[in-house]
């Protein structure tokens, strides 16, 4: 089982360690999973995500291969820019998604799923011939990944950098590099937690312990702690991101998701000129169609030969039932779909309201989940969810958490 350089410091802070896509890695520390997600939302938290794979795209081909591999356009992104996008398959399924950061003006680096690391390098390895002045390299294990999350996230930057100007301009995506410790670390605003304060850095593995050191170090005086896996599912799921293998991948009947059942790959998959042709861009263009017409309210194709039948929707549960991947989901006496990720969450209860609303004092908990469901549900649909042989009721929500009140993102409660 592999491990990432900062193995020593997570037993060293007591960890509960267990074994993630190869990896040995720390489910929660004492203070436990719905300590460091409340933490989160309100101060901030510092996760390990070394086990993701890292994978160094340079050379004068490094563009063509990203266009020809990826969804997304990566022509778009300027130097010190990045973007979510889908790696793939020719039928209109993902191999996994990533996140694509441009470095420099020929460097990149493409951030995949620990679990599908091996998976992803053959693949891609597969259309390396192509391109003769491509640089690829897996720098998994010569670059760590730290994830530093929530709304006294730039603070603790800012003290570490000594400078604010030093840090990534303030929208999502944005990336710089800078010198921490004698190295060369990229810094990006992109995280998988929903906060609208979010960064992820990239520093060499050599210094990544004693930086993760010196950001818990800082961070205390703030509120910061360290977060495991456990709190990262359960922020993620509150924020609606999807998890490759539950909203992407293969359902439960053993069929491939369609990249289009995932809202967010709207914002993935490019059509343009620029783009040019990609590996399953003609099977992508027939389910955007698809759910354009559907949007528009034209789509008369058969149920049986939509290419997206189903799409991955939010949904509240009532209390005290908690939803787990694979709960079939009905609407009247019909089964519409199931569950792909759900649990229960902990929220702080808010003062305010709207964008004035902050984090109050005391917190709550409420069930959540994200379902693939029939495509013509709505948002406000009763439904019903089977666990463990009894029904609970559900609605479908347009999300669980807004981020309008920043830097604090705010839980959305069933009566809003």
């Not at 441009?102 to 390098?121: M, Q």
């Amino acid at each position: 089982m592999k491990r990432t350089p900062l193995y020593e410091e997570h037993i060293k802070l007591g960890a509960k360690m267990v074994e993630f896509g190869g990896w040995e890695m720390p489910l929660n520390y004492p203070p436990g999973i719905l300590t460091e997600h409340l933490t989160t939302r309100k101060f901030g938290g510092l996760f390990d995500v070394s086990h993701m794979g890292r994978f160094l795209i340079s050379g004068q081909d490094a563009l063509p291969f990203l266009q020809y591999t990826l969804t997304n356009n990566a022509a778009a992104l300027l130097p010190g820019q990045s973007q979510y996008t889908i790696i793939p398959n020719h039928d209109g399924g993902a191999v996994d998604d990533a996140y694509l950061y441009r470095i420099d003006e020929n460097e990149y680096i493409l951030v995949v799923n620990a679990a599908n690391l091996e998976k992803d390098w053959v693949w891609l390895q597969k259309y390396r011939q192509k391109f003769p002045q491509l640089i690829f390299e897996d720098r998994t294990a010569g670059i760590a990944m730290l994830a530093l999350q929530g709304p006294r996230a730039k603070a603790v930057l800012e003290v570490i950098l000594g400078d604010m100007r030093k840090l990534p301009e303030p929208a999502r995506n944005n990336l710089t590099t800078v010198e921490i410790f004698g190295a060369k670390v990229p810094i990006a605003r992109t995280g998988y937690t929903g906060e609208p304060i979010c960064f992820e850095l990239f520093p060499p593995a050599k210094i990544a312990a004693r930086l993760w050191d010196k950001l818990l170090e800082v961070g205390k005086k703030e509120g910061i702690v360290p977060v495991g896996l456990g709190a990262r599912d359960t922020l993620r799921l509150e924020a609606g991101l999807p998890l490759y293998g539950h909203e992407l991948g293969i359902d439960v009947k053993g069929k491939s998701i369609p990249v289009f059942a995932l809202p967010v790959a709207r914002l993935a998959v490019s059509f343009g000129k620029i783009k040019g042709e990609y590996i399953g861009r003609e099977a992508l263009m027939k389910q955007f169609q698809e759910i354009e017409l559907r949007l528009e309210d034209r789509l008369d194709t058969p149920k049986e030969k939509l290419l997206v039948p189903k799409i991955i929707m939010p949904m509240a549960i009532s209390k005290n039932s908690i939803a787990r991947a694979g709960c079939q989901v009905y609407v009247n006496e019909n089964l519409v779909g199931n569950v792909t990720s759900g649990t229960v969450v902990p929220y702080w209860k808010t003062e305010g309201t709207g964008i004035k609303s902050k984090p109050g004092a005391e917190s709550g908990r409420r069930a959540i989940c994200l379902a693939y469901l029939d495509a013509d549900l709505k948002e406000g649909q009763g439904t019903k969810v089977v666990i463990r042989d009894k029904f609970a009721n559900g609605v479908i929500v347009e999300r669980h958490i807004g981020s309008e009140a920043a830097p604090y993102a705010r839980p959305l409660l069933i009566e809003e």
